[in-house]
């Protein structure tokens, strides 16, 4: 079981900064692979960034640029730091930890945390 606690959520102007942050219960050697999704309203959830297997990362076409994900192994934290947001990055954002087993994949969620873009 690993928990994931978020934060750094919160409302900003179009072309500002946020940053968020991701602390799992447990190291994150042990998590095969960790991210962060987001989900607007009415749409589905979708990648934004993640580490995927070792320090390879991946992002959305639509952040690339934008983000950056990045990570502190010693504090089991995950970030993302977010620049020249665009109303289009309203969301809640969530932040993802999955562990391949041999017999099975899990998925890990945090509670979400609102990012809020106005223009």
């Known amino acids: 079981q690993v928990q994931l606690v978020e934060s750094g959520g919160g409302s900003v102007q179009a072309g500002g900064s946020l940053r968020l942050s991701c602390r799992a219960s447990?190291?994150?050697?042990?998590?095969?692979?960790m991210g962060w999704y987001r989900q607007a309203p009415g749409e589905q959830r979708e990648l934004v960034a993640a580490f995927t297997s070792g320090s390879t990362t991946n992002y959305a076409d639509s952040v690339k640029g934008r983000f950056a994900i990045t990570r502190d192994n010693a504090k089991n934290t995950v970030y993302l730091q977010m620049n020249s947001l665009k109303p289009e990055d309203t969301a809640v954002y969530y932040c993802n930890a999955r562990k391949v087993f041999a017999w099975d994949t899990v998925d890990y969620w945090g509670q979400g945390t609102q990012v809020t873009v106005s223009s």
């Open positions: 447990s190291s994150i050697f042990s998590i095969n692979a």
